[in-house]
T-cell receptor, first 113, second 115 residues
Framework: GENVEQHPSTLSVQEGDSAVIKCTYS??????FPWYKQELGKGPQLIID?????GEKKDQRIAVTLNKTAKHFSLHITETQPEDSAVYFC????????????FGAGTTVTVRA | GAVVSQHPSWVICKSGTSVKIECRSL??????MFWYRQFPKQSLMLMAT?????????EQGVEKDKFLINHASLTLSTLTVTSAHPEDSSFYIC???????????FGPGTRLTVT
């Protein structure tokens, strides 16, 4: 099955700086890679996603890059703000696997004011 | 994206009793729904996948007789934790996906505490 590894487990950044979270996956059949933000006591919220036919996608301060050859993808948050503090999860999905998502372990991001 | 609700948002029950958690899609017809369990400071663990009108498919290690899932319609799925024990205390989250759709939309979660 798919194995997704996520690093770092915790990340502390100064407000205004950038944050980068990296994930690797094992199943070459995976073709959809979403990122979720989870605030304390709430369900995960999709913040950005990328499909395997695209190398990069950007939405305002958030961007995701995908390297299919190396089987890794990254989340980039620029100009971080205190409200960006949360746990972020990467995930991978192989449509051959009944649309099941495999999640990374999560990264706790703290933005210092 | 789709709007997903869960009820209740939190529940406390005594050991040995059963608890039902509802997951509703408010604006989206979900062919497939997923149930996850999340322990504190851990990632989401998929428990089962349910398709409307058919039996749920459980992940390895998840007891199907303990966690009963009913996907009765395209907008409602329920998870019943039978004979709950303290080790079942967790955050239960549902998600739904359309057909065909890669995207999953998550509910707000239900905090279950078994005393």
């Amino acid at each position: 099955g798919e194995n997704v590894e996520q690093h770092p487990s915790t990340l502390s950044v100064q407000e205004g700086d950038s944050a980068v979270i990296k994930c690797t996956y094992s199943d070459s059949a995976s073709n959809y890679f979403p990122w979720y933000k989870q605030e304390l006591g709430k369900g995960p919220q999709l913040i950005i996603d990328i499909r395997s036919n695209v190398g990069e996608k950007k939405d305002q301060r958030i961007a995701v890059t995908l390297n299919k050859t190396a089987k890794h993808f990254s989340l980039h948050i620029t100009e971080t703000q205190p409200e960006d503090s949360a746990v972020y999860f990467c995930a991978a999905l192989a449509t051959l696997n009944d649309y099941k998502l495999s999640f990374g372990a999560g990264t706790t991001v703290t933005v210092r004011a | 994206g789709a709007v997903v609700s869960q009820h209740p948002s939190w529940v406390i029950c005594k050991s040995g009793t059963s608890v039902k958690i509802e997951c509703r899609s408010l604006d989206f017809q979900a062919t497939t729904m997923f149930w996850y369990r999340q322990f504190p400071k851990q990632s989401l663990m998929l428990m089962a996948t349910s398709n409307e009108g058919s039996k749920a498919t459980y992940e390895q290690g998840v007891e199907k007789d303990k966690f009963l899932i009913n996907h009765a319609s395209l907008t409602l799925s329920t998870l019943t934790v039978t004979s709950a024990h303290p080790e079942d205390s967790s955050f239960y989250i549902c998600s739904l996906a359309g057909d065909p759709s890669y995207e999953q939309y998550f509910g707000p979660g239900t905090r279950l505490t078994v005393t």
